[in-house]
Each structure stands twice: as C-alpha cells, then as structure tokens.
C-alpha cells in the first residue's frame, strides 16, 4: 500500500517549513534512514529521513516551497508492484499555487530565535498508545532503538504518517516511566502576533495612516518571539535580584590562564568563567536547578547551562550540559563552536533544547545592566552587563575597581526570595574567587 510521506515537524516551534531541497527524485528506491530532502524549519535547515522503504511515487511538493505546513503530504512511497499512476493527488497539495517560492521570501533577514523557546518539542497529532498485543507500526531503524533501550513500542506514541512510529518517538522515550505527563499546549502560530496587547491592528494602522511606512510581515521566527515572549511575561511570575560582582581577581586570574593557554589556541573569556560560576552554584543550590513542568518541579543532579547567542534578527539558546564538571577551556571551545554554528543556523534540536538556567550577557554591547525575561521552562536566567571601573570602598578608603552588574531573574513557582538570594550569592562568590572554580 503506497504511504505518504508528510512534512515533519522538525523542530518545538515549527508549525510550517521550507522544502529546501529533493534529494531523491521520482522512481528512486528508497531505504529506511536514507535522507529524502532538506527542510528549513524556524530552526535552522535539517535533514529529512526517509522511515520506509519503497519506490518514490511522487515528489507532491516542488522544491523550493515555503509555507508548507507540518503534516501536509510531500511525497509518495511506494511497495513494489505499485503504479504512480494509481495514486491519487491529496486533496491538501491540490492547490500548489497557495505555496509561496523561496525566491519571494526574505528567509536571509529572518533566521529563528531561540531564547525565547522553550525545550518543549512540537509534535504531529499524536495516536493513543496502542493495548499489549496490538500491532505496532514502526520503522525498522526506531525497533533497532526500541530494543537496544528495552522499550515497549505499544506503549509509544508514533508521530509519523498514520501512528508510525519513527526514530523521533523513541530516541527520548523512557524504558519503564512511572507517570506520562500531559503535553503542553500548542501554540498557534497563525494567531501568535495576536496575544500581544496594546491597541488593535486597525487602530495603529489609522493611527499612523498620514505617515510613510514599510510593513514587514511576521515570518516564523518573530511569530515565534511574540508568542513566547507574551506567554513568558504573562504567565511566569518573575521576580529580580540584582549584584554587583568585583571581576579584578577574575581578570588578573584570566590573564595568567591565557598566556598559559596560548600555545593550545585557547583564549578564555569572562563569559566562560560566567557559564562555569553559574554551573558551579547551581550544584552548591540544588534545589534551585530545576524547571517548572506545570503541576510538577523537575530538580536535576548535572547542571545544563543554556547561553544566549545573537544571530541576525534573533537568537539562539545553546545548552552547554554538564557544565559543571567541564574545564574553563573545554567550556570555551564548546561555546565557541555552538556559537559560529548556532550562527550558520546548524544547530542541531538536542543542542537548543533543555538546560534548567540560562545566561543572557549584552555586556560586549556596552550596557551596564537589564532584566531579562525568564525562557521557559527553565527556574531563573541571568542577565549580565559589561564590566566598568567604579568607587569602591575597601578597608575603608575609596579605590576603583572593575565592577560588573548581573540580574537575576526568576521563577517564583520554583525558587523562593531567599533561595534565588542564596544561588545569586554562590555564583558571585564563584565570579569573586576564580581559583576556588578550579578545585
């Protein structure tokens, strides 16, 4: 029976993609894992792989179509013995006309951001887990996983076309959970830019009608930002602490790990000793190194720092796991490179996805300090600003030093006053004695 192919959903916020680019073409044989295209999510562009095996029947979507909607038909596989001929035209990819050319969209200007996103991934409507006994659809590269982790496939919810259950579904399932969580709320993307507040559409139109304008219209990535940011704002209660943090320890101590590191290429930022100190107090605050999971607290034993990465018109939040018992220099390499790929938008979902604590620093950009805006589900972020000489008082007389300011924002539902004032503490004491982070 020939199966449909449909487009995935590759990413937590994509509701609709870009088919980039075919690389299988009508009459191919296919195998199961082998890649069929190249889809730009509101992520980054991906790799598509096949989860059957068979004869490419149709190819229903051109290359080069923007627009295309999670779970529409973008091809056809066929079993041996089957005609294209014979496989009638879906009634979604009737009208090809409504799809939108890549060459008529500003996709360059638009790439996604992340910090506002949480690890929460999008999925296709999903079949009820099917009773002991029943038949299960499956790929043959998600039973290899099913069997090597020990899951159950009856108790997997596939994701793929008709209930399939593909490598997706069963890559982050559990052998034996105790408890399935209810999934959280989609959000519409269509109707994303309608949840913020402030005056109608109408209103501001009529309002600024005697005045030249160009409209720019909301692509992907800032339907994106103005649905988690308005859903972040409204339904997270924030709350913010605010140090300042003496760095001239930490610059003297920088300076002599670089010229040691040199001949190895490494060069430390204070941004990495930020990533470290933030890693290593969420281990000396434990309890504070948790998420919110809507009737539940999740408290972790590894800390996974996620950092905001600026991109053209967005950001990126890559997760730097295990952050705490990674050197200052494996650190900087590793953000470094999530950084230059984040930017190139080659980030893979598992490298976006997660962490409990994220970090925010504009302070290259010269701003003393802000609040940031907590990136859900995670418990707090850090905002941190650019260091500047100030007055101090030392042993009682006025001297300058380097001073940098940080917020700290945070999760009410998760961490109390004194809990976010005890984390905060940790990790200015962590910034303040460098060496101690090295013990």
């Not at 487009?7 to 680019?21: C, D, I, V, Y």
């Not at 056809?76 to 990819?93: K, M, Q, R, Y």
């Not at 559990?174 to 999934?183: E, G, K, N, R």
């Not at 805006?373 to 042993?395: D, E, F, Q, R, Y």
Request: glycine content about 6%.
């Amino acid at each position: 029976m020939a199966t449909q192919i449909l487009m995935p959903a590759l990413s937590p916020t994509m509701e609709e993609g870009t088919l980039a680019k075919w690389l299988v073409k009508e009459g191919d044989t296919v195998k199961s894992g082998q890649i069929l295209a190249e889809i730009e999510t509101d992520k980054a562009t991906m790799e598509f792989e096949a989860v059957d095996e068979g004869v490419v029947g149709k190819l229903l979507i051109a290359e080069g179509t923007a627009g295309v909607k999670v779970n529409t038909p973008i091809a056809v596989i066929l079993e041996d013995g089957e005609s294209a001929d014979a496989v009638p035209l879906p009634a979604a990819t009737a009208a090809p006309a409504a799809a939108v050319p890549v060459a008529a969209v500003a996709v360059s200007a638009a790439p996604v951001d992340a910090v506002t996103v949480s690890a929460t991934p999008a999925s296709a409507p999903a079949a009820a887990a099917k009773p002991a006994g029943a038949r299960v659809f499956a790929s043959p590269l998600a039973r290899r996983i099913a069997t090597e982790k020990g899951l159950d496939l009856t108790k997997v919810v596939g994701s793929g076309p008709h209930g399939r259950i593909v490598k997706a579904d069963v890559e982050g399932a559990q052998a034996s959970p105790a408890t399935v969580l209810a999934a959280p709320a989609v959000i519409d993307m269509a109707t994303a830019p309608t949840m913020t507040t402030g005056p109608s559409i109408e209103t501001v139109l009529k309002t600024y009608a005697d005045r030249p304008y160009t409209e720019v219209a909301l692509n992907g990535m800032r339907k994106t930002i103005a649905a988690r940011l308005t859903e972040a704002k409204q339904t997270v209660p924030h709350f913010y602490l605010r140090r300042d943090i003496q760095l001239d320890a930490l610059l003297a101590f920088r300076t002599q790990l670089n010229a040691g590191l040199e001949s190895r290429g490494v060069k430390l930022s204070v941004n990495d000793f930020v990533i470290k100190a933030c890693a290593l107090a969420l281990q000396q605050c434990p309890t504070a190194n948790a998420v919110w999971a809507g009737d539940r607290v999740l408290q972790f034993q590894k800390s996974d720092v996620a950092v905001a990465v600026a991109i053209e018109g967005g950001l990126f939040t890559p997760v730097l796991k295990d952050a705490e018992s990674k050197t200052l220099s494996a650190l900087s390499i590793e953000m470094k490179d999530l950084a230059k790929r984040a930017r190139d938008r080659k980030l893979a979902p598992h490298e976006y996805q997660g962490g409990s604590f994220a970090i925010s620093n504009l302070g290259m950009f010269g701003i003393d300090n802000f609040d940031a805006i907590i990136n859900p589900p995670h418990a707090a972020i850090l905002a941190v600003g650019a260091g500047v000489p100030k007055p101090v008082v030392k042993a009682g007389q006025v001297v300058v030093a380097n001073i940098m300011s940080v917020t700290l924002s945070v999760d009410h539902r998760v961490i109390d006053g004194a809990l976010g004032a005890q984390l905060l503490q940790a990790i200015k004491d962590n910034l303040e004695n460098p060496m101690a982070m090295l013990a």
